[in-house]
């Protein structure tokens, strides 16, 4: 269980850092609280629904190939509602990879991601991903030749949720929360700028009303305007929707704005 404040900007169970004894640059930010990890870590698996916890990653190593050199090792982390937790570290440290295990898209080698308490690898993965979690991509994966709404619609249809109003209807609401026009509806996605595509991912991530938001590098390529306006998106589903908001950056400025900063050291090659 986490006892992290709102405005603890440490990490709580950075575990890689444990076994990496070299990753000095990183460690300072992420030697609090050893003792409690062990007390959380060993609970049962059902322990993490007691409070706000959504997700979270128990013990988790990762390696690509089969016996091949593993990229997560031993991971233990908490991820609540109303809070936006930013995943930091160097290039190559895992945090896309600890995106697509914490959205079902892959598998732990070791360890167990659990949702609301449940362990992943027995729910349905697909239900999971489309109606509990909004997956907002670095490159967006939004279809280019079709409007604003079609791709958006397009994910309400995925998830086979029932709606109580017209989806353009929902659309238009959705739209006004990232702040763009509603005039954007009709628009093609390859007529948009970089930052109205990153507010059309986020309001499609949105549209099914998922429990988790996670994004990679949602600010990459927006100037400081955009970026703090993305944040304050993010921070208002975190704290005025309990949404649990989980995002990956690079940027100090972002990792500032959020509630909790989890940094990623890398595994050093054996
Ligand atoms: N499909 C793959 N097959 C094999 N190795 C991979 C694969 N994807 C990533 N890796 C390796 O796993 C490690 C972690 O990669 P990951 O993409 O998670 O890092 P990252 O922290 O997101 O880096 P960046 O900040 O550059 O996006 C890297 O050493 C990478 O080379
Ligand atoms: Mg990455």
Not at 145 to 170: C, H
Not at 219 to 238: C, P, S, V, Y
Request: charged letters at 30%.
């Amino acid at each position: 269980m986490t006892t992290t404040t709102e405005t603890d900007k440490t990490t709580e169970t950075d575990k890689t850092t444990e076994t990496d004894k070299d990753t000095t640059s990183t460690e300072t930010t992420t030697s609090t609280d050893r003792s409690e990890d062990t007390v959380t870590d060993d609970r049962p698996e059902d322990a993490t629904t007691a409070d706000t916890a959504v997700l979270a990653l128990n013990h988790v190593s990762y390696a690509y190939t089969k016996g091949g050199k593993q990229v997560i090792h031993d991971l233990s982390h908490t991820f609540e509602a109303g809070r936006v937790h930013a995943i930091t570290g160097p290039s190559g440290a895992g945090k896309t990879t600890v995106l697509s295990l914490l959205s079902g898209l892959t598998s732990p080698t070791e360890g167990r991601i659990l949702y609301k308490g449940k362990d992943l690898e027995r729910t349905n993965r697909y239900d999971f991903r489309s109606h509990d979690i909004g997956v907002i991509f670095q490159s967006f994966n939004l279809l280019p030749s079709l409007t604003v709404e079609e791709n958006i619609v397009l994910s309400m249809d995925a998830s086979g949720k029932s709606f109580d109003r017209p989806k353009p209807e929902i659309v238009r609401e959705l739209l006004a929360k990232v702040r763009l026009a509603e005039e954007y509806a009709n628009e093609r996605i390859l007529h948009l700028s970089g930052g109205e595509q990153q507010r059309v991912a986020i309001a499609r991530a949105l549209s099914y009303g998922p429990d988790v938001i996670i994004a990679d590098e949602p600010t990459g390529n927006l100037d400081l305007a955009t970026q703090d306006d993305i944040m304050r998106i993010f921070r208002e589903l975190a704290h005025s929707e309990g949404k649990c908001v989980i995002i990956v950056t690079h940027s100090p400025d972002v990792a500032r704005q959020s509630d909790e900063v989890f940094e990623l050291a890398p595994l050093r090659r054996r």
